[in-house]
Structure formats: structure tokens, C-alpha cells
């Protein structure tokens, strides 16, 4: 498998440079908004945005604009500093080299990966300034951060880790309106217990390790009850909970704790790996409700 860690750090210093603000925009238009615009496209008509303005998409994702270039040559000092871009590259390689014997079941031969910097204002606090996301059309994810700190940075590696493991599974049970919360919490969990495995679970995202032990018993409860709720909008509560649920637009379900599908999809798979004596890689492959019934977490 092919891989290709896009340097936008470099894209970045080209609009740091840019003296002329129209130039400006037109380099970030043609390096960060062109090459994501069907995703782009789709995240405005979803959030029924001001189609006339360009840089919607960016503005959705949260992603620092052209005119913010104080901020860029801060953050992108800061990730510099910590050899972000190197370590996502190496992260990358690792990870892929993990699929190799799986080559024949994966249906594509290149992965890319993209490392952006975001805007601490239009994004998600209780992200705790980090966050992944995959391409819905294309094998390539994107990692961004907005308040780079020692403990996000020290999980650089897991990230991009997670996201290209995204691009396989959902690949082999690709997301449509059947999409189950059992689905979503397998997708999460096995994203994760697969970055734990090159990383260690020292390096565990912020989003699971944060969680405290009351708050997943009560999220274990209620996905138990709902594994075969279907809905974007619903499963996605189940799996950021309430308070993340309310502010993006989607179901809340009532006491769900925040980031606690992540949490029991984590804690499901472990268990699975335990029972079957399975490797992660090989996991990847399995239907998510066969993962759950042999994990016995929900019993």
C-alpha cells in the first residue's frame, strides 16, 4: 500500500508568504478547499450553509482561514517544533505496514493522509484540541489541531492511526442508511484498540482515557439498549453524547456522557480480542454484531 502524507506545512509557509491578500486566498483555495471540495460540498448542503462564500467548507470543519495568518504562523511554529508533520509520516508507514498481509481484502492501493490546523473558536472544546475525520469519496483522512499541548501532541501517532484504520473498515461495511449504533461503536473501537496496539495504551485518546468509570457503566447501558438504532443523526448521539449531540444537531439521548460510545466500543472490542484469540488486523474484517455477541460486554 501506498502512502502519502501531504505537506501542508509547506502550504502553509507559501501563505504566510503571500504578501498580496487576494493571492493569499487564491493559494489556500487551490491547496487546502479544491482538493476537499466534494467533501466540502456536502458539509455545507448538510448544514444548508451560504453556498455563494467559498470558503464555507473551511469554515464547517473549522479549519484556520487565509486571513487568519498570525495564527497559522503560531500554531504551525508550535507543530513544527514537535516534528508533527515527520511523526505523522512515520505513523502512517507503521500503520500500513500493519495491512500488508491483508492487501488482497482492501479495495485500494494508496492511502493520504493530511495534518491541518484549526481554529480554536469554531471548534469542538470538549475535543480537547485535537480531532480526526475521513474522506466519505476518497482513502484519505485528515488530522487537525487547534491547541497543540504535550498530551495531544504524545498522540499524533494515534490519530493517524485511527482515521487510516477508518478508511478500511468503513471500506468493508461502508455507512448507509442501516448503519446501526452497533456499527458506529465498532467502528470506533476497533479504530482505537488498533492505535493502542502500535502505541501502547499509554497513548489511549483523550476522548476514551478521560472517561471516568461511572460515566461508561452509564453509557454502557444505554448502547446496549440501542445497538440497532439506525439514523446518522441518532447513532451519532450515542457515540459523542449529549452535550456534543445538542450544539451539532443531533438526537440526544438523554444522560449519554460525552465521547461514551468511543469508551464502550474500545472496551467491546478488547473484549472480542480476548475471546477469539483474534488479532486487531484481522478484527477489521468481522461483522460488528458477531464482535459484540462474542465480546460478551452487554451481558
Known sequence: MKINLIPTNEYYQEIISCIDEKRRNDVYLSLFV????????????????????????????????????????????????????????????????????????????????????????????????????????????VCQYWEPSPENLQRLGGIVSHEMHHLIRNRIFPFGPQTSVADYIIVEGTAEVFATSIFGEENLGLYISNIKEADLQIARQLIGKALSD????????????????????????????????????????????????KTIEEATFVPSMEIIEQSRYFR
Not at 480554536?120 to 485535537?130: D, F, N, Q, V
Open 34 to 141: 479544491q482538493p476537499w471540495q466534494q467533501m466540502m460540498d456536502m458539509m455545507a448542503a448538510q448544514f444548508d450553509s451560504n453556498s455563494e462564500d467559498v470558503l464555507t467548507g473551511p469554515r464547517i470543519w473549522g479549519w484556520l482561514l487565509p486571513n487568519q495568518v498570525d495564527q497559522i504562523s503560531t500554531l504551525l511554529q508550535t507543530m513544527e517544533k514537535a516534528d508533527a508533520w515527520n511523526v505523522a509520516r512515520i505513523a502512517l508507514d507503521k500503520a500500513c505496514a500493519r495491512f500488508e498481509p491483508f492487501a488482497e481484502k482492501i479495495p485500494f492501493d494508496d492511502i493520504t493522509g493530511w495534518l491541518v490546523l484549526a481554529d480554536a473558536a469554531r471548534s469542538t472544546s470538549m475535543e480537547l484540541g485535537y480531532s480526526g475525520a475521513t474522506d466519505w469519496f476518497n482513502p484519505r483522512f
Open 230 to 277: 439506525t439514523g446518522f443523526d441518532v447513532i451519532r448521539g450515542y457515540i459523542f453524547g449529549d452535550e456534543i449531540a445538542q450544539k451539532s444537531g443531533a438526537k440526544v439521548v438523554g444522560g449519554m456522557p460525552v465521547f461514551g460510545g468511543y469508551g464502550v466500543g474500545y472496551n467491546v472490542v478488547q473484549a472480542y480480542l480476548q475471546r477469539s484469540g
